[in-house]
């Protein structure tokens, strides 16, 4: 990490002495950092060079940094500053002094430079240095002046301006520099400034776990064998206020929270005490029967916001399965958090020993940390993670609309699921918990935004668990249909994530928009907020099984917490009310109509048209409206052809569109072939009555079988029992061909032996009535049927405008 340092070195003469600063740069120094010490000028080598924890920061970040000199040369003062990488570069953060070693100077509360204590000989200088909590000053770099040689009246040399590399402001990077951070911005250290001293004795006379860096700790964890008993010390930084507190130790089998046995430090209601408590298979923690088994408190104090606690565990307590020996070696576990209403909260720093742990040694035990930046190796944030400690239910969060946008569906205290936002500048963060059952281990959760209550159109961000792993990807719903983006992984990221029993919790942050991305929409603007989960099958999505939406547009830069709503399917019912009045009712009564009425009322004309032509045409004409109506309404509502994500196990519902393009082009055929009919005994009349029945009893029966594809889709909605409406209406029509047929074929056979003509000349022929059939029955029975139709179309309409 050290640095191409742009610098000036300059090599100064003292000639004029000023007994100096042996005690820090002055104030004078602040600006151009130049002691003022008498100058003479020289340029060369730096020969420092400095690191720096991470090269990242954001709003409360915490960077440690070191000045090493190169061999041959020391240090005997310093001033260090972090200056905005821009213009004049202005001050900003402020440093953490080290005790005897530095204190800060200049700036905002005289807190924004470090500078040296005496004029020692340093072989090395440490500094800590605190990202504002507020609003950052963009990239930035630390600005170092050393002095190397300082001898008053003789020689002084000292380097002025070296600079680190760039610290880059998460806040405020590029897409491509996001999301190629060696150290992703999210998981830098944003906890209060810690202040434990690192204990010298760690290693010494007693083991170790602390999370230091230099000499400053956020916690510390030492333990000392005293033979059947444990001394342990913690120590941590945890600021909740004048709230009361806890910090607990977990040994484990695993590095995993269940099954882990704890000793713990608590206040409640400002009083101190050691308990032993368990955390069981379901990550609940529970005290011990006896809560102060085994522990004794010696000493304990809460003051200048570091929090302490010394108490001593028996090793082993026979018959106490849940109070684990500590003659064994374990995975230590530190955790830290609130205690309110004399109740542990979900910890706020949890941290987890690398190593197992024997407890009678000194040795110091690295550990895992989850917020810790400086670890090289980052957790592998593709697979699931346990580290935030996981809900056993999806339980309301009450950060919901104070810090947090919230979109649940809570009864009382439990929620089926749980989205939650936080606006992080470029991105929002996002939290999804469900603990809806959909039948399957594999199962993915995803949210959307739309402009309307639609899913057509709409931006996805998905978590897909499957393999055993969790991914979250970036989709889009084109028409009724989800794909992956072409680059799945487009401004997502996996924060955390987790299957815990029945729940499933996903944290992920997303990019607010992606420059020249059309299907990543901009969430800077509001949007409609969508959830669905349901079940994956080979990696693949299968239809969801629940979905939700919000009742408005959402602002994911504010706390809200939207109510849901209803994609507005007025319609899409429509649509099917309108298909069901042509083809149920209508087009069937036309048609048996046509077929079988024609002798009735042979002496009756209306409008001088047969009465059974009047009723066929009316019949006809209103179908082939209804159909044209209802053909429109679904293209305004799907805005093109629909591409339709079929239900599972109903594969075959996607071909609903094209058989409706099928049946509406032959419904408009129809009549236009009638307008150009040729007159009854032309020669062609024959082959016309063929086609025009042929086309009509294909539409009719192509119409049956879309209406039972489409009463079956997803996006209908529609009651299963529709589908016994849908058997009903083909029994009752078959049964009335049937008998009709039966009756026709019968009467035939004995008034009309031998016209063979009749069998061909079905509809629009006019054939001559046999002089004794009067179409009595045939008018009877069409009546029935008529009858019969209305009522399942009436009772279909009824399950379609309920569903
Ligand atoms: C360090 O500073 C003290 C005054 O505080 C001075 O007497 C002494 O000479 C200085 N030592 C060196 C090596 O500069
Ligand atoms: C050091 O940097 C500061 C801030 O950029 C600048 O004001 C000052 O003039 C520089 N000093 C020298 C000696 O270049
Ligand atoms: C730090 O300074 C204090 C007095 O300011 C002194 O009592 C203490 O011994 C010093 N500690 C070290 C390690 O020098
Ligand atoms: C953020 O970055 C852009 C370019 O990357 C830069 O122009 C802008 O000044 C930066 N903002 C701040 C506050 O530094
Ligand atoms: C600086 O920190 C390193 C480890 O981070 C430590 O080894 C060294 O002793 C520290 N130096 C000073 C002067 O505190
Ligand atoms: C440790 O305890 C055992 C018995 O529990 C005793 O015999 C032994 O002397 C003790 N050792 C020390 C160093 O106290
Ligand atoms: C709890 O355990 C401690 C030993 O650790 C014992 O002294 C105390 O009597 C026990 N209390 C109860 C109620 O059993
Ligand atoms: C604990 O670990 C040490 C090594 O650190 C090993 O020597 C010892 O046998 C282990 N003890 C048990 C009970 O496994
Ligand atoms: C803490 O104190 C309050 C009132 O002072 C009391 O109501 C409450 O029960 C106490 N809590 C516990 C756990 O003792
Ligand atoms: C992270 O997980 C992915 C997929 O499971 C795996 O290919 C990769 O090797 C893992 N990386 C590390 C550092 O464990
Ligand atoms: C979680 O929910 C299930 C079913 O609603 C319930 O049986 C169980 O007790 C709940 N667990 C917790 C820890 O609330
Ligand atoms: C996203 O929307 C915001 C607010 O309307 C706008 O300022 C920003 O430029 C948009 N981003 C892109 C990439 O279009």
Not at 367 to 388: A, C, K
Not at 518 to 523: A, W
Request: hydrophobic share 35%.
């Amino acid at each position: 990490m050290t640095r191409n340092f742009s610098t000036i070195a300059l090599l100064y003469y003292c000639l004029v002495v000023v007994s100096t600063y042996p005690t820090g740069a002055p104030s004078l120094a602040c600006d151009d950092m130049i002691p003022a010490h008498e100058p003479t000028m020289a340029t060369g080598h730096l020969p420092f060079h400095m690191t720096l924890s991470s090269t990242y920061y954001k709003p409360g970040s915490i960077i440690t940094g070191s000045i090493n000199p190169d061999a041959g040369h020391t240090i005997k003062g310093f001033l260090i500053q972090a200056r905005a990488d821009n213009g004049n570069g202005a001050l900003t953060g402020e440093f953490r002094p080290s005790a005897n070693k530095s204190k800060t100077v200049c700036g905002d509360n005289a807190k924004q430079s470090l500078t040296h204590t005496n004029n020692h000989t340093k072989t090395m200088v440490n500094f800590t240095w605190l990202a504002p909590t507020g609003k950052t000053k963009g990239d930035l770099l630390f600005r170092v002046t050393i002095v190397e040689v300082y001898t008053p009246g003789v020689v002084s040399i000292y380097w002025v301006n070296a600079t680190t590399q760039i610290v880059k402001d998460c806040t405020n990077l590029s897409y491509t520099e996001l999301y190629t951070a060696p150290e992703p911005c999210d998981i830098l250290p944003t906890q209060t400034p810690p202040n434990i001293p690192f204990d010298p004795e760690c290693g010494r006379t007693k083991g170790c776990s602390p999370d230091c860096r230099n000499d400053i700790c956020t916690y510390l964890v030492t333990w000392t064998d005293k033979n059947d008993t444990v001394e342990f010390e913690l120590s941590s930084s945890i600021s909740v206020g004048t709230e009361d507190k806890y910090m607990a130790i977990g040994f484990s089998y695993d590095q995993q929270m269940p099954d882990t046995s704890v000793a713990e430090c608590v206040t409640i209601n400002r009083t101190f005490m050691a308990r032993s408590s368990f955390n069981t298979e379901d990550y609940t923690n529970v005290l011990l029967k006896n809560e102060t088994l085994g522990m004794t408190l010696l000493t304990s104090h809460d003051t200048d916001s570091v929090f302490y606690c010394k108490f001593q565990r028996i090793k082993y307590i026979s018959n106490q399965a849940q109070y684990y020996d500590l003659n064994s070696n374990w995975t230590l576990l530190f955790a830290t958090g609130r205690v309110v209403h004399g109740l542990k909260k979900k910890h706020k720093l949890k941290e987890i020993s690398y190593q197992i742990v024997d407890f009678k040694t000194v040795d110091i035990v690295d550990s895992i940390s989850h917020h810790d930046s400086t670890t090289t190796t980052s957790h592998n944030l593709s697979t699931p993670t346990t580290t935030e400690g996981p809900p056993s239910n999806v339980t309301w969060d009450p950060d919901c609309g104070v810090t947090k946008g919230c979109f649940p569906d809570c009864r009382t205290s439990v929620c089926s699921h749980l989205i939650t936002w936080q606006d992080a500048g470029d991105s929002v963060r996002f939290v999804i918990t469900s603990s809806i059952s959909v039948g399957s281990n594999e199962r993915w959760m995803a949210i959307g935004f739309s402009d309307n209550f639609k899913m057509p159109d709409t931006s996805v961000s998905e978590c897909d668990y499957f393999g055993g792993n969790i991914q979250v990807k970036s989709s889009y719903n084109d028409g009724y249909e989800n794909h992956l983006l072409s680059n799945d992984a487009l401004g997502v990221r996996l924060l955390g994530s987790g299957v815990y029993g029945g729940t499933f919790m996903c944290s992920f942050s997303r990019l607010k928009s992606v420059a020249g991305e059309q299907k990543f929409f901009n969430i800077s603007e509001q949007r409609i907020l969508f959830f669905a989960t349901g079940q994956m099958s080979g990696g693949v999505k299968q239809q969801h099984k629940y979905k939700e939406m919000s009742d408005g547009k959402v602002d994911f830069e504010k706390f809200g917490i939207p109510g849901s709503g209803e994609e507005d399917k007025t319609l899409i019912k429509i649509h099917a009310c309108l298909m069901t009045v042509a083809w149920i009712f209508l087009s069937s009564v036309g048609v048996v109509v046509a077929r079988h009425c024609k002798t009735a009322f042979p002496n009756s004309t209306i409008f001088k048209q047969k009465v059974w032509f009047q009723i066929h045409r009316t019949c006809m004409t209103l179908t082939f409206t209804c159909t044209a109506a209802a053909f429109v309404v679904i293209f305004v509502k799907v805005g093109g052809l629909s591409q339709i994500s079929p239900s599972e196990g109903y594969e075959y519902t996607k071909y609903h569109p094209y058989l409706g393009i099928a049946v509406t082009s032959l419904t408009t055929l129809n009549p236009i072939m009638a307008f150009f009919r040729p007159h009854p005994g032309e020669k062609y009349r024959p082959m016309f009555n063929w086609a025009h029945w042929f086309v009509g009893i294909s539409a009719h029966i192509l119409a049956a079988i879309t209406i039972f594809f489409g009463l079956n889709l997803e996006m209908a909605g529609v009651n299963y029992t529709a589908n016994y409406m849908m058997v009903g209406y083909v029994g009752a029509f078959a049964l009335v061909q049937l008998i009709l047929e039966i009756y026709r074929r019968s009467r035939k056979n004995t008034a009309e032996l031998g016209n063979l003509v009749s069998s061909q000349t079905y509809l629009l022929a006019k054939d001559k009535p046999s002089p004794n059939d009067t179409g009595s029955f045939q008018s009877c029975v069409t009546f029935v049927h008529a009858v019969m139709m209305l009522g399942i179309m009436l009772t279909l309409i009824a399950v379609i405008v309920e569903s």
